[in-house]
């Protein structure tokens, strides 16, 4: 998915919260533009999202101390972001195109299982910049999934906060409210798989740029 598509997914879950650790697998996007994430999150607040490989090289997204870094190693030079920093040069007045508000959240009656987890089917309605959007989703109460869901929804609040977005009445506030958290969402996000348990502290390690971008800063 396209760093767009991924921001907006991830604006539509902001809602902060405490959460355990574990990794989780996310596959975004559908036909040739599907991709395959991976979301690393520790019970010290650190979320990292793993990025496809690509020809410019292997990267993710570290959510620490508040702030969202952009991590790039192409050919063997590491490049860190201030995705804060980025956004502002991108957009300096600040963007809207990606703001979204709930609506209502409505229980089909069906259920669903997704990577192993039982789900509710539920009617998700929202509104964004081109009015109201609508999804079948699928929510689940099993702390496994809720854990995981906070996490994600921990790594939205503080890229919202970077990009300067408002977080008032969001998805994620609905279900942070309801205890639930999201295995699918219509054909554009569904969770692949998720593994609770320890991980590797050194993955949240944010590292030493070895290529300076001074416009980013690192």
């Known amino acids: 998915m ?120 539920y009617d998700l309605k929202w509104k964004d910049k081109k009015g109201v959007q609508s999804a079948r989703v699928v929510l689940s109460r099993d702390p496994v999934v809720v854990e995981y869901s906070n996490a994600w929804m921990q790594f939205a609040e503080n890229m919202a906060k970077s990009m300067g977005q408002k977080t008032q009445n969001s998805i994620g506030d609905y279900l942070k409210g309801k205890g639930l958290g999201m295995l699918r969402m219509g054909d554009d996000f569904k969770v692949v798989s998720i593994e609770p348990g320890k991980v590797n502290a050194r993955d949240f390690v944010l590292p030493k740029a070895t290529m300076q971008m001074p416009m980013f800063g690192g």
């Open 2 to 121: 396209r760093m767009r598509g991924i921001l907006g997914m991830a604006l539509l879950l902001v809602a902060p919260s405490a959460f355990a650790s574990g990794v989780a697998t996310l596959a975004t996007g559908s036909g040739q533009n599907s991709e395959t994430m991976v979301l690393e999150y520790d019970d010290q607040g650190h979320v990292r999202m793993n990025m496809p490989k690509s020809q410019e090289g292997a990267g993710y997204m570290l959510n620490r101390d508040g702030k969202i870094w952009m991590v790039m190693n192409m050919q063997g030079q590491v490049m860190v972001m201030d995705m804060a920093r980025m956004a502002a040069m991108a957009a300096p007045t600040g963007d809207d195109a990606m703001q979204q508000e709930f609506i209502s959240a409505k229980p089909t009656g069906d259920q669903e299982m997704v990577a192993g987890f039982k789900g509710e089917v």
